[in-house]
């Protein structure tokens, strides 16, 4: 069974640009969520979707949004991109049927913003 | 939400010796996930311990869970230079929102 799967792996962009970073999570798992990492302020939850839905949003300003498709696949975007949104972005997935479920990470976008 | 809070920060150890790790929370859980991440790599998951549970095992790892106290702890037994990593603890208050702490840097020498 294939893992989280996150696209692309590494990417440099330049400030004020936009970026869309993409997710296939764990085959069956409809629950999608993405965090940001980065030195200073660790791992932080960005958001959750279910079923096409957002069910859960961190504490993040609107330029930080996302999406899922039909296929639980999931999508970020950051807009208007800032030095520090550079960090690691990772995905995760479970069943997320009920609280409680493992949830598996994949191994994470490298943003850099030059 | 709260995170979870490791302590120690940093462990460096011989090869052959355990390595213990704490987490603290402040408010009550669903579960408690522990997590390792190799440098520049994505988390890997550990083990998960129900908040109706008190010690999970898997492998050579031993995972305690006291809620009265709000803490978690994560032994490695007889580790080895490829538990090198970082750990983390992540409290899932629901809904799959996981709070993480700032993790534990382990470092085990050959």
Known sequence: KAGVTQTPRYLIKTR???????????????SVSW????????????????SETQRNKGNFPGRFS????SNSRS???VSTLELGDSALYLCAS?????SGNTIYFGEGSWLTVV | SQQGEEDPQALSIQEGENATMNCSYKTSINNLQWYRQNSGRGLVHLILIRSNEREKHSGRLRVTLDTSKKSSS??????????TASYFCATDHGNNRLAFGKGNQVVVIP
Not at chain 1, 16 to 30: D, F, N
Not at chain 1, 66 to 69: I, M, N, S
Not at chain 2, 74 to 83: G, H, N, Q, Y
């Open chain 1, 94 to 98: 479970s069943t997320g049927e009920s």
């Open chain 1, 16 to 30: 004020g640009q936009q970026v869309t970073l993409s997710c296939s999570p764990i085959s069956g798992h409809r």
């Open chain 2, 74 to 83: 994560l032994l490695i037994t007889a580790s080895r230079a490829a538990d």
């Open chain 1, 75 to 77: 999508e970020m975007n």
């Open chain 1, 35 to 50: 965090y940001q990492q980065t030195p200073g302020q660790g791992l932080q939850f960005l958001f959750e979707y279910f």
């Open chain 1, 66 to 69: 996302g999406r899922q498709f």
